[in-house]
């Protein structure tokens, strides 16, 4: 057994530069932090190769326990692989255990070991070697242990975990799953990292528990476009036997390398104590964060010891920003008012198939996705979501809400409160130094708790933050709001609701969620609530009821109609996921639980502003056609742009038909574009069979800005299904060969011209080869995988080895007529820090984590070819039989 680190400097260092180029690769934080070279400090992932069981083990926590018939895991794992409509409680609550082993470098000897793990679900004990360290209430927040002295060397040691989701009204959220509506899922389901630094070293925030400190603590004051005061505070311990001297350097970094400032702090630290450095840099012209402009500084921070020698330190991405809430004034950001309400979406972190358990690279897609789709906040409902998605949201420009986890429940036992209180104080002490943090929501989600929590859980905000630019929101209707300066309510519903009939001019309100319909909160029904497949006039209608119904709403129009001092609001909800109490997941998403994009997807997309700008997320003009051409589709044509006029064409020789936006700046920023009465089957029919000019047959949208054509979108109808097609969806980032990364690869049954068959039923089967593995199987519908509107997603994993991965995918039910098989190849790419993991227990890592169905023989290049020619003969054979239905067919 040993640490698989020397193959990652090897593979890291013949990576030709083209391909670490090839595509934009996202940084994500380890324990609050980036690690920089020659400081002292290492970070190694502990995510490969742990033995899993689900279920009680008496005694697993000893050692010598026997745990060869438990199957291998690696980290996030979320207990099980659950299908994509797994709501109704299908998932698994109870005991679960983890046990790693491996055996500690020789080079870690004499350093500081910290096991930081991001998250575990529900209640949890961490042993090390039959020791107990620690016991942790609560799913969403770090749980941090030194393990400097629990280490044997030169042997395997055991890290063992138990974890338990089941229903437990002690810690929040406290509610039971099956009155949820949303899902805990379980497990270790974020990373773990080991974290190996010298005796004298800062600090981790949710270790030392110490109020407004620990670690590093970033914050700012009087920030203009003129110059902005960057406050520093670091939390230095000395755990040697001698007497530390020596200074902290704090040096400040523009994106592109420059150095903007340098400063350094003497300080002297006696052994077993701990100190505060504290400073400030005033800098001059500084380039401020905004959604628009997410420019990030590096800050880099040292311990040198009187010799000059580093002793410790680390990087950290900052945002210098100002965030204020002033009434009837609105929101201002970076001493200026924001010029248009800031439009968003609530976030629950489960994806298709893994649950909770997701890779970092998928969290950054999320916010890739949002972000291109024109949102600039995001509410996270109703926990702190991964350290990945906030380091995201400061890159990508996505103001963030950060939530206390809770909903709907109270426990008057005191440990209850405590928990809460707990809870409230970790997450500000891990995301106090995000960019993206906009507003702290610390009361629990439609909750009647006591009076004086609310004013409690502000405070305690207030005492883990005592800097400008830290601001707290309270629901207008729960008890104890009138001490917060940001109140959520509806503006829609300023005639009925107190809070807003007579709106307080030192109030800021905002909406938390809108959008959803129900008929009532049992059976659900709702206009929002759409699942992708349900076709066209589905998501016509979602898409509708979010832009502005006919019916009196909290819209994307009513939001943008309402005055200054209602600032914005977030969508319920921008992904499909799953649920507690009731049998049905959430279909209110602008995209499905694989990211796969709805009609309102494109809605939003359109109420962007046109400018073209350089930025990592999707931006400039747009034009999209809501619209399939199949005989079911509507006469009208939905068009969703934000250019000035759009014109739309049908068919080649045919209408043409040009709309141009009126001039009036109220309401939603790009009005939903209807061409009436303008698609009819029976042209298409007529053009196909009678004058033989199917490929004629189009639809056209032309987004037009000063007279010039800048965007379009065309759409065909889709004919014969004779292929299957596969592509990437990754943002363009790339896949790490960390056993833990995955991406979505997305198979469609199209025509010979690549148009998508939306209509039809098939399942499309799966088969890998090389450094890949296919997350679930049969048992949930993964592989072979339904096709719903077209197509087929399926999760591809990475192996521990940088490599090839070759992916075929086949209609289920082959024949000589079906539709002909596809192939993608793909490569994953060195991890981003080195894995430490067993060797003898990695190998056990089930190359498949379905039924061998999933695994069905691949066809070779040969096979393929052969089916190539055989689909070309039968097209010939079916001009016969085309004729002759032509010769005894309709006529006219």
């Known amino acids: 057994m040993k640490q698989n680190i020397f193959s990652y400097l090897i593979a890291l ?6 391909e670490i180029q090839a595509a934009h690769q996202p940084e994500f934080s380890t324990a609050g932090f980036y690690e920089l070279a020659n400081s002292g400090r290492e970070v190694y992932s502990m995510n490969p190769a742990w033995r899993f069981h689900k279920g009680a083990a008496t005694g697993a926590e000893a050692p010598d326990f026997n745990d060869r018939d438990w199957r291998v895991v690696s980290l996030p794992d979320g207990i099980e692989y659950v299908p994509t409509e797994a709501s109704g409680c299908i998932n698994y609550q109870g005991e679960a255990w983890y046990r790693k082993h491996f055996t500690p470098a020789d080079t870690l000897k004499g350093k500081k070991l910290f096991l930081h793990f991001e998250a575990i679900m529900g209640k949890s004990k961490i042993f090390v070697n039959g020791n107990l360290l620690t016991e942790h209430f609560g799913g969403y927040l770090p749980v941090v242990v030194e393990v400097t002295d629990a280490l044997n060397w030169g042997t395997d040691n ?8 089941s229903n437990d009204p002690s810690y929040p959220p406290g509610k039971a799953q ?18 190996a630094h010298n005796p004298v070293f800062i600090t981790d925030p949710n270790f030392e528990n110490e109020t407004a400190g620990g670690g590093l603590f970033v914050a700012y004051d009087k920030v203009s476009d003129t110059s902005a005061e960057i406050i520093l505070k670091a939390h230095i311990r000395n755990d040697s036997k001698k007497n530390f001297k020596g200074v902290v350097e704090y040096e400040l970094q523009q994106p592109d390398g420059t150095q903007a400032a340098f400063l350094n702090d003497v300080i002297q630290v006696r052994p077993g104590k701990a100190v505060t450095s504290k400073d400030k840099i005033t800098l001059k012209s500084p380039l401020l964060w905004s959604p628009e402009t997410p420019t990030l500084y590096n800050l880099i921070v040292r311990i040198r010891n009187n010799e000059g020698n580093v ?6 991405r900052i945002g210098i920003r100002s965030v204020e809430f002033k009434g009837k004034d609105g929101f201002w950001l970076n001493g200026k008012p924001y010029p248009a309400p800031l439009i968003g979406a609530n976030r629950h972190q489960d994806f298709a198939v893994v649950g909770n358990a997701v890779a970092n690279s998928i969290h950054w897609r999320d916010a890739k996705k949002l972000r291109d789709a024109g949102l600039k906040i995001i509410r996270n409902a109703h926990c702190p979501q991964d350290p990945a998605f906030m380091d995201a949201c400061d890159e990508l420009g996505l103001f963030v809400i950060v939530n206390t986890p809770g909903w709907q429940f109270w426990n008057d036992a005191p440990e209850f409160a405590q928990r ?25 989600n439609e909750t009647w708790y006591p009076a004086d929590f609310a004013k409690n859980t502000l405070d305690i905000v207030s005492q883990e933050y005592p800097y400008p630019y830290c601001y707290s929101g309270c629901d207008s209707r729960a008890r104890g709001h009138e001490v917060y300066p940001v109140l959520f309510t509806h503006p829609a519903n300023a005639e009925k609701d107190e809070a807003i009939k007579s709106l307080d001019p030192e109030i800021t309100y905002f909406t938390r969620e809108w959008g959803d319909n129900v008929d009532d909160w049992n059976s659900h029904n709702s206009p929002s609530r759409v699942a992708r497949n349900w076709g066209e006039q589905a998501m016509l209608i979602q898409a509708q009821h979010y832009a502005a119904p006919h019916y009196p709403f909290t819209s994307y129009d009513v939001l943008c109609r309402a005055p200054r001092q209602h600032v914005g609001g977030c969508l319920w909800h921008s992904f499909d996921h799953q649920r507690g109490y009731h049998p049905d997941p959430f279909y209110g998403g602008v995209m499905d639980v694989f990211r796969q994009p709805k009609y309102a997807y494109y809605m939003f997309k359109a109420q962007r502003s046109p400018e073209k700008q350089d930025r990592l997320f999707e931006t400039g003009p747009m034009v999209y056609i809501a619209h399939e051409m199949t005989p079911f589709s509507p006469k009208a044509i939905t068009v969703y742009s934000n250019c000035d006029e759009v014109r739309l064409t049908y068919n080649k020789d045919g209408k043409t038909w040009t709309y141009t936006k009126p001039a009036t700046k109220e309401g939603m920023p790009s009005p939903v574009i209807t061409f009436k009465d303008t698609y009819d089957f029976m042209i298409d029919k007529n053009m196909s069979m009678r004058e033989k000019k199917q490929d004629e047959v189009f639809l056209l949208a032309e987004g037009i800005i000063d007279g010039k054509v800048v965007a379009t979108h065309e759409v065909r109808p889709a004919r014969r299904p004779e292929k299957l097609l596969l592509w990437i969806d990754n943002e363009n980032t790339d896949l790490k060969a960390d056993g833990s990364d995955f991406v979505t690869v997305v198979a469609a049954i199209a025509d010979k011209n690549g148009n998508i068959k939306r209509l039809n039923n098939y399942y499309v089967k799966f088969h ?12 949930i519908l993964a592989n072979p995988a339904p096709v719903k509107w077209g197509t087929a997603p399926v999760l591809i994993q990475s192996t521990l080895k940088p490599g090839k991965i070759k992916l075929t995918a086949s209609v289920l039910f082959e024949g000589s007529q079906m539709p002909a098989s596809a192939v993608l190849e793909l490569e994953s790419k060195p991890a981003a820090h080195p894995l430490i993991y067993a060797e003898n227990e990695a190998a056990l890592i089930p190359m498949s984590s379905g039924s061998p169905f999933g695994q069905s023989a691949a066809k070779s290049a040969s096979e393929l070819e052969q089916e190539r020619l055989l689909k070309e003969r039968n097209a010939q054979k079916l001009k016969e039989v085309e004729k002759q239905q032509a010769d005894f067919g309709e006529k006219k």
């Open 420 to 444: 809460v209180y707990n809870d409230i104080r970790n997450l500000v002490r891990r995301d106090r130094n995000h960019p993206c943090v906009w507003l702290w929501e610390p009361i629990l």
């Open 178 to 195: 099956d009155v949820l509506d949303y899902t805990y899922f379980g497990g270790i389901y974020r990373d773990c990292w080991l974290i």
């Open 768 to 779: 890998i080869e090389g450094e890949g593995r296919i997350l679930g199987g049969a048992d």
């Open 13 to 18: 260092l013949f990576l030709p530069l083209y």
């Open 311 to 316: 002793v410790d330190g680390y990087r950290r």
């Open 158 to 165: 055991v890290i063992a975990v138990w974890t338990d989701n």
